[in-house]
């Protein structure tokens, strides 16, 4: 169970508003770099979101480009977890398989601030400011494994290979 | 039941019944990186494993930042050069070329599955491979086992009629179609290519076509294997490459989208989304400061030939600049041959050396406040260029050269 406070985000947030390509040369420098996280979309972001909070979005979140460091970035923000009604297929791996969670459900109702508790094993989101429960689209397996290990490298650790 | 070419392809790779909507766990011909992503895959790599699956289905590419323009990517790009020499695999550096121009030159084939560490891997589905983009952490592990797991996609069949007209071109069927699809249409699906249209494009066409489906959330994008694909593969010294592939006649898609190309029209997108096609009609006269002809979408021969077509004997108008950056080196050497990068020079371009320039808003091009730039790349997201606060259009290399003559959007035909 993850216990965050809801930090809403737009559509359509693409790899390039979460951290952008003038910054390429932090990439090997991820500290530096995601002191830049999100700053296109929302310029008070680093200052405004605490440990642990949610990062609620809506549709198609995380499209284009494949770095990874999106995905890190925001974990190293602080960011406990992503909801989103829609994920970009990339992204969606690559926060996986750096132990942040990412789930699909309906997010039109949240609200900025919302206190939420995420249950990856019953496939839940109770939003204990609005009294609601969002079911979850469902996870692959293979995905939930990961998670639990932490991520995809602590997962082959454990089995050696892929354990699907 | 039928396979689609997807579950035909990881069949094949996974040993098993590949239906769609299965996870299984798929053989991999080539992983590849390149220097955005690379170190960091590099980086996790190491943490866990010493070797390389296969140094020969290995491949590194400095083509991002290239040459680098930064001390902090010079550390970078020594980082892949000693990892290279280390596992003994491939690197092509500075001055090669885009990495899924190279690979669709020299390393893909029909039929493989092929993994990049970057989102625009799906190119080579112009060859008939399921190729897909992945983060750094995916290829660090691929590149150990070399293999990966995959869920199995349903495929969405785009079914090609008819024939482009004057001045339209395949990269403006390819907005039409992200338009029409949206940009999450076909996230976690294939896009499997059909039709007699598809079967008349020659390879360059397919591989800006495969090269876009990532703009519309897909997982790869594909066309069968034909003769057009073997006298490609021939031409490049590898027909040993060639198996023919394609999809079972009853094979069972998610959605049948129809095109008749022949009612296209020039088409841009417009800032700051690839799936706001729109006939250039509508956007005609909109001033345009800088014109970037290239990349792994457009920066192919044929393309190159296309503006050249425009811009012989013409002149870049004086409040515009027209960066022309070929895709590869043998691409290059091609226009040399052919006199196009004397056009080009004639015509005020500046000509730029392989590699993605300034299309991911690292060097070669980046955008003023204000500024606005019709380039023939795949992506126009805020901020892409460089700038958060410039305005990117994307179309056709002939919309291209049309505007960079007129200093504004305009429409090709009237130069053809």
Known sequence: MLEGKAYRMADNISTDHIIPGRFFHLRSNLPELAKHVLEDADPNFKQKVKAGDFLVAGKN????????????????????????????RIFYRNAINIGLPVVICDTHNVSHGDELHLDLRKGVVEDKTQGTTLSLSEVP???????????????????????? | MGKTLAEKILSLKSGLDAVAGRIVVAQVDLVFLQDGTGPLSIRQFE????????????????????????KELSGDHIFLRHFARKQDCRLYDVGEGVCHQLVAEELAGPGNVILGADSHTSTAGGLGAFACGMGSTDIAVALALGETWLRVPQSFKVELEGRLGKGVYTKDLALHLIGKIGADGATYKALEFGGDMASDMDISSRLTLANMCVETGAKAGLFPSDEVTREFLRSQGRENCFIPVSPDADAVYEHMIKVNVSKLEPTVSLPHAVDTASPIEEV????VDQVCIGTCTNGRLPDLEVAAT?????????????????????????????????IFMEAGAVI?????????????????????????????????MGNP??????????????????GEIADPREFL
């Open chain 1, 61 to 88: 979140f995380g499209l284009g480009s494949s770095r990874e460091h999106a995905a890190l970035v925001l974990k190293l923000s602080g960011i406990g977890g992503i909801l989103a009604h829609s994920v970009a």
């Open chain 2, 389 to 406: 606060s410039s305005f990117i259009y994307l179309g056709s290399p002939a919309s291209a050269a049309a505007a960079a003559v007129k």
């Open chain 1, 141 to 164: 397996q293979v995905m939930l494994d990961i998670l639990a290990c932490g991520g995809l490298l602590p997962y082959i650790k454990k089995y050696g290979r892929f354990n699907v």
């Open chain 2, 47 to 70: 943490k866990e494993f010493k070797k390389v699956f296969d140094p020969q289905r290995v491949a590194l590419f400095i083509d991002h930042a290239s040459p680098s323009p930064r």
């Open chain 2, 310 to 342: 425009i811009l012989k004997g013409r002149k870049c108008h004086p409040h515009t600049r027209l960066l022309i950056t070929p895709a590869s080196r043998r691409i290059f050497q091609e226009a040399l041959g052919l006199g196009l990068l004397q």
């Open chain 2, 352 to 384: 730029l050396p392989p590699g993605c320039a300034s299309c991911v808003g690292v060097h070669q091009g980046i955008l003023g406040d204000g500024e606005v730039c019709l380039s023939t790349a795949n992506r126009n997201f805020q901020g892409r």
């Open chain 2, 284 to 287: 005609k006269g909109m001033r």
